[in-house]
C-alpha cells in the first residue's frame, strides 16, 4: 500500500502532463467505406494541401442543376466528411456544389493534432478556393459542426473569402467546454485552474494558443450572413452556446435556430424536413442576395 501512495502522485503527474494533454489534442481516426457514388452522386475525390504541407482528403460533388452557390462542409472532432453524406440529397438537387473534407488528423487527411480551429481556419480558406476553382465563382459559404462550428467562426472572422455561414451546435469557449467535458466524465467538480493545466500542456504537441480559441470572440468580428443551429436538450454543449453565440454575432443578417428535443449528435433525425426547410431557406435568402 506505501509503494501506492508514493506512485499516485507520479502518475497525476504524467496524466496532466503526458496522457490527458494528448488524448484532447490527438483525435480518434474515423474512417468511412462510402463515398458520394454510393448515394448517386457523381464526385470527385482527391487531396489538397495545406500551407503546413498537410494533405487533406475531399469529396467535391457538383450541383445537379445549375448551381446557385457553394458550400464547404466541416465535421467535428473525432468524425470524418462520409458522415456528412446525407447532405448531398439535401443540396445538390437544390443548386449547391459541395466539398466535404477530412480535418486534418482525422479522417485520411494528414496530420497528427488537432488544434481546435487554431490553425484550421486556413484550410478552410484552402477548401473554399478549391471549390472555387472546382465549382465556379459564386456565393461560397461554410457549415460547421460542434468543433466544425468554431472552425467555421474563426474562418469567418479571419477570411472576406467567405460570404456566409452556417454554425452548428459550436461552443463559445474552448478551456469553458473542456472543463465541462472533464466535469462530465468524473462527476468531479474539478476545477477550471486543473483543466486549464491540462490544456496549457496540450499546446506544445498541438503548436497552438489554447486561451485564443475563442468562438464567442471570433463571432463579434463575424460580418457575413451567419445562421446559428443548436439542438435544445444538447447535452455535450448546452443549448446557451448557440444563443450566446448569435447574440455575440456582428453579422447584420443573422438567424438563431434551436431545435426542439434535439441533442448533439441527432439534429437532422430530430429536425427532419424542417431542418432541411430552414437550412436550404436561410442558403437561398444568401445565395440570392449576394448572386441575384
Known amino acids: 500500500m506505501y509503494w501506492l501512495l508514493l506512485l499516485l502522485p507520479v502518475l497525476l503527474f504524467l496524466a496532466l502532463r503526458s496522457w490527458l494533454p494528448e488524448a484532447i489534442v490527438r483525435p480518434r481516426r474515423r474512417l468511412g467505406n462510402l463515398d458520394p457514388s454510393d448515394l448517386g452522386f457523381r464526385f470527385e475525390g482527391g487531396l489538397m494541401r495545406t500551407t503546413e504541407g498537410i494533405d487533406l482528403s475531399y469529396f467535391y ?117 473542456i472543463n465541462l467535458y472533464a466535469r462530465r466524465l468524473t462527476g468531479l467538480p474539478l476545477p477550471r485552474q486543473l483543466t486549464d493545466t491540462v490544456l496549457d500542456h496540450s499546446e506544445r504537441l498541438a503548436r497552438y494558443v489554447h486561451r485564443e480559441v475563442h468562438p464567442l470572440e471570433d463571432a463579434r468580428a463575424v460580418q457575413q450572413p451567419t445562421l446559428i443551429i443548436h439542438g435544445e436538450q444538447d447535452q455535450r454543449i448546452d443549448v446557451d452556446n448557440g444563443r450566446q453565440l448569435y447574440a455575440a454575432l456582428g453579422s447584420q443578417v443573422k438567424e438563431l435556430y434551436i431545435i426542439p428535443g434535439a441533442g448533439h449528435d441527432n439534429i437532422t433525425e430530430i429536425g427532419d424536413d424542417g431542418y432541411w426547410w430552414r437550412l436550404r431557406a436561410f442558403l437561398a435568402t444568401v445565395t440570392h442576395s449576394l448572386h441575384p
Open 61 to 177: 460533388v457538383p450541383a445537379t442543376v445549375p448551381a446557385r452557390g457553394n458550400l464547404v462542409i466541416l465535421h467535428g472532432k473525432d468524425s470524418a466528411k462520409e458522415v456528412y453524406l446525407e447532405y448531398l440529397p439535401q443540396l445538390a438537387p437544390f443548386g449547391y456544389n459541395v466539398l466535404l473534407f477530412d480535418a486534418r488528423a482525422h479522417g485520411r487527411s494528414g496530420g497528427q493534432f488537432t488544434s481546435f480551429g487554431f490553425h484550421e481556419w486556413q484550410d478552410v480558406v484552402q477548401a473554399v478556393r478549391k471549390l472555387r476553382y472546382l465549382g465556379g465563382d459564386l456565393p461560397t459559404g461554410v457549415f460547421g459542426h460542434s468543433m466544425g462550428g468554431a472552425v467555421a467562426l474563426r474562418a469567418l472572422a479571419s477570411s472576406d473569402e467567405i460570404d456566409f455561414g452556417v454554425v452548428e451546435s459550436a461552443f463559445t469557449h474552448l478551456g469553458q467546454i
